[in-house]
């Protein structure tokens, strides 16, 4: 329950601090998604790899852009949470924050993305958990003046006790995403 205070806390002092700049006339914008988690593979240290049956995750970012190629910023996602394929009793989620970078092709609605942050992480059915690296890599397009559509892969990282030992947790994921930017 702390861990949840904390990125409750963390995504608190994000929203202030990315609203802050937004007010001192720092020329960014909003960007909020709404994604489905195509499944995915879940891998504990000593247990094996298990499917992940699909999820939805919500995602804010700001986002300022610092050349015509260029746009850099901050976001969290908030994930849903989902079972693993062969086991009934164990729902998790990752909570990551995180920084990004977007480079736009010149003359084209097209751009590659990135995110590298820090996640919570929480299981059900298990001991104390702990969050770890989060890292993204995808692709996207402009739509519209203010919509776009993206595809990433992502991967999350913790740690669970499970059965008395810790053992290290790695979520993959193939994530689709419909934006809006104000």
């Known amino acids: 329950m702390k861990r949840k205070g904390l990125v409750l806390l963390l995504a608190v002092f994000l929203v202030v601090g990315i609203s802050s700049v937004s007010l001192a006339q720092v020329p960014g914008y909003w960007d909020i998604k709404g994604a489905i988690d195509l499944g995915g593979e879940i891998d504990i240290d000593g247990i094996g790899d298990d499917d992940v049956d699909s999820g939805f995750t919500l995602v804010g970012e700001y986002k300022v852009p610092q050349t015509t190629k260029w746009t850099l910023g901050a976001g969290v996602q908030y994930q849903l949470d989902r079972e693993i394929d062969n086991s009934s009793n164990r729902d998790f989620n ?11 092709m010149q003359n084209s609605p097209y751009y590659f993305l990135g995110h590298l942050g820090y996640n919570s992480f929480d299981m059900d059915s298990t001991g104390d958990t ?13 739509l519209a003046s203010n919509m776009s559509a993206e595809v990433m892969y992502s991967v999350n990282n913790g740690e669970a006790e499970i059965n ?3 053992r290290d ?3 993959s994921k193939l994530t689709v995403s419909l934006g809006y930017q104000f």
């Open 164 to 166: 008395g030992s810790d």
């Open 169 to 171: 947790v790695d979520y």
């Open 94 to 104: 990752f909570v990551p924050i995180y920084a990004l970078a977007h480079y736009n």
């Open 130 to 142: 702990s969050g770890g690296m989060y890292y993204a890599v995808g692709a996207g397009m402009d």
